[in-house]
Structure formats: C-alpha cells, structure tokens
C-alpha cells in the first residue's frame, strides 16, 4: 500500500497522542510515588519542572539541528528516547539507590522525546497539502486531548482491575505507542513548511513586534493549561476531598474531553470564527475558572472550575500558531521552534508557580491556583493587543 500525506497527517495526530502519555502519565502517580519512594511534594513539583525544562532546552536546540539532521531522522529519534523513557519509567526506581535518580532519569529521557515532538509535529502538518491550515491545526491538538483522556481513562481502569501498585507494567504498555508511531514516520511522506534556508532567521524574529507577542502569547498559554491539569489529579484528591478515581475521571479527564471538545469545534467553524476574539474570550473564561478552583470552597465547583478550564485553554496553544504560520509565513522551522519554547516555558512556569505557593502555605493547592491566575489574565491582556496591532495593519 503507497502511503500518502493521509498517512502522514494521521502518524502526526498519533504523535501528540505520544506527547499527551509524556505529560500527563507521571502525574496520575505523585501520590504513589510520594508514598511508595517517601519523595515530598517539592520534589514531585521538581519532577514536573525537570520535564518541561529540559523539553524547552531541546525545542531550542532543535530549531538549529533538526532541519539538518532531517524530519524523518528526528521524528524517529523522538519515538525511540520516548520509549527508551517510559521502559526506565518502569525500572530504575527500582534499582537505583535514590528512586527520585531513577524518575528524573526516565521523565529525562521522555521530555526530550517531547520536546523534539512538540517542535517538529505542527511544521510537518502545516507543510502537508490541505485546504484549511487553521482546521487542521486546531483538529491536530485535539488529538493531545484525546490521548490526555486516553491515558487517564485506561489507566484509570488498569488500575482498578489490576491494582496500582502494577503501574510500572503499564509504563511498558504505553510504550507501544511510539513504537508503533515510529515505524509509521520510517515510510509517510515528509514536507517542510519552507524550503532549507529561506526561512526567517533568529535574528529576524526577535526584532518582529509580532513574533514578540505571539511568544508571549505561547508562554502564557502553556502556563495557563498546565498550572491546572498537571495539578488537577493531587488537587482533587487532597484539597477537595474526592477520591482518586472520581478526581482523575471529573477532574482530568473533564479538563481533556472539553479542551479537546474545543479545539474540535474551533476546527469546524474556523472559517466562521474571529480567532483574536475567541482567544480574547476563552482567556476570560480561563480567569473565571481559576477562581472557581481556588475561592468556593466546594468540591463539586472545584470539579466544574476543572473542567471549565480544560475548555476555556482549548484553542489558546494552536490558535497561537495558526496566527503564526498566517502572519509570519517565512517563521519556518524556527519559529515552531521557539513558539514550542515558549510553550514550554510556560508549561514549567504554571504547575511550578502553583506548586511552590502551595508548599509554602503548607500543601494548599487551592493558593497555588489562585497565584497562578496572573498566566490567563495576561493571555487576556495579550490577545487583546494583538488584535488590535491586526486592526491597525493596512489590509
């Protein structure tokens, strides 16, 4: 059978699917291993930093390598670190003097996997021949939510039937599924967003007005999606009160299904849709469900505020590079690059800055959501500027 752009699209949409299991299979399990390893809760918040630092390092660094060293070599590579980090994900707690070496080594191995994803993906099926880039983007990140809600749900039920203590067996499960993406990304056919060398140069972004917003923009929604679902699970659980399975299912998953929910629609109607204006009220939105989360003191408004944000982020990350790949159609490699910079910067900054307030005033996680509240509201502040930069330009 001839593999087409079909088969490619689909190996990308299978790819965010892989970064959806990085991000968000290790924090199904803080709790366990706090009480497995007795690993206190700043390293668990050292652990989510570690991997979305290390994610922002490879997204700079592959903006100079990863045309040189080619897609396809790149995208193999990011499957096999990938696999090569949920298999020591399984082991090396185990073995390793220090069971906090032996995760950092794994969610190492996996961020890098992930950040060579996050950068390479978007370009690829922007480079893809389709009518509609802004659907199709927007249809692409979805798919994050979808594999977010895979993981929860099926490991929600593997841990029901099997038992918790049993979750180093289904780190090696998931492992099949960038093995199996990898063997697809050896053989689809593979684009570039714009011929080698013709694309906008480091230099040339920086001094953009545009592209400084945009980033800007990129940080504040990463921080904003991730200072909630990275905390949603341990936030059901200890500060309202539900139990595991109930917060990881009405907590996490709800946060997935309606920022997936969101991106779906946004790619349906993006013909009929302002982008600058859906952004502008979706990061409104976000503000009120931060404040849901950290000031009623309820848990089924924590559970609501939850799953409000998961849709009020939806479009947030990919409506940010639609607007890029529009405005800046020479950014190139590079600025996908650095938008996943961004991205990651503040994926590390929101759960970071929320998990620290919460240590200090003392495991209150509600304080650390409602700290973290100033990443939406400057999403706000942000989409509103560069909606009105676009409405000065001359048409």
């Given at each position: 059978m001839k593999l087409t752009y079909k088969h490619t699209i689909f190996s990308c949409f299978l790819g965010y699917v892989v970064q959806?299991?990085?991000?968000?299979?290790?924090?199904l399990l803080f709790l366990t291993f706090q009480s497995s390893y007795d690993i206190p809760l700043s390293q668990i918040t050292m652990l989510i930093g570690f991997n979305f630092i290390v994610q922002l390092l490879v997204d700079f660094a592959s903006a100079g390598f990863a045309e040189r060293l080619g897609y396809r070599r790149?995208?193999?590579?990011?499957?096999?670190?990938?696999?090569?980090?949920?298999?020591?994900m399984g082991i090396l707690p185990e073995i390793l003097p220090s069971p906090f070496v032996g995760l950092l080594i794994a969610v190492f191995l996996c961020a890098i996997g992930g950040g060579l994803?996050?950068?390479?993906?978007?370009?690829?099926?922007?480079a893809c021949p389709t009518d509609n880039k802004e659907r199709m983007m927007s249809i692409l990140h979805s798919f994050y939510c979808w594999g977010v809600?895979?993981?929860i749900v099926l490991s929600t039920l593997f841990f029901t039937v099997f038992g918790i203590e049993n979750w180093r067996i289904l780190a090696f499960i998931w492992a099949i599924v960038p093995l199996a993406d990898g063997i697809l990304f050896a053989f689809v056919p593979i684009n570039t967003p714009v011929p080698e060398g013709e694309g906008m140069s480091f230099r040339e972004l920086i001094k953009s007005g545009t592209f400084r917003i945009l980033f800007a923009m990129m940080l504040c929604a990463g921080a904003?999606?991730?200072?909630?679902?990275?905390?949603?699970?341990?936030?059901?659980?200890?500060?309202?009160?539900?139990?595991?399975?109930?917060?990881d299912l009405?907590?996490?998953?709800?946060?997935?299904?309606?920022?997936?929910?969101?991106?779906?629609?946004?790619?349906k109607f993006a013909d009929k849709l302002s982008?600058?204006?859906?952004?502008?009220?979706?990061?409104?939105?976000?503000?009120c469900s931060y404040l849901m989360i950290a000031l009623i003191p309820n848990a089924a408004a924590g559970l609501a505020g939850c799953a409000v944000c998961g849709f009020?982020?939806?479009?947030?990350?990919?409506?940010?590079?639609?607007?890029?790949a529009a405005e800046l159609p020479r950014g190139g490699t590079m600025m996908f690059a650095l938008f996943a910079l961004a991205g990651d910067i503040g994926c590390a900054a929101g759960p970071a800055l929320a998990g620290f307030a919460a240590d200090i005033s003392g495991g209150n996680l509600r304080i650390g959501v409602l700290l973290a509240v100033i990443f939406p509201v400057a999403m706000a502040v942000l989409s509103a500027i560069s909606r009105s930069v676009e409405n000065k330009k001359p048409r």
């Open positions: 959806a299991i990085i991000n968000n299979f290790a924090p790149s995208m193999l590579l990011a499957h096999g670190l990938s696999i090569a980090g949920f298999a020591a994803l996050e950068v390479l993906v978007s370009p690829i099926v922007e809600v895979a993981v904003s999606e991730m200072a909630v679902s990275q905390w949603a699970s341990t936030l059901c659980e200890n500060a309202l009160g539900v139990s595991k399975t109930i917060g009405a907590g996490m998953a709800a946060f997935a299904v309606l920022m997936g929910t969101a991106r779906a629609l946004h790619g982008l600058d204006k859906a952004m502008t009220v979706s990061a409104l939105l976000c503000v009020s982020v939806g479009i947030m990350w990919p409506g940010t590079f639609s607007k890029g």
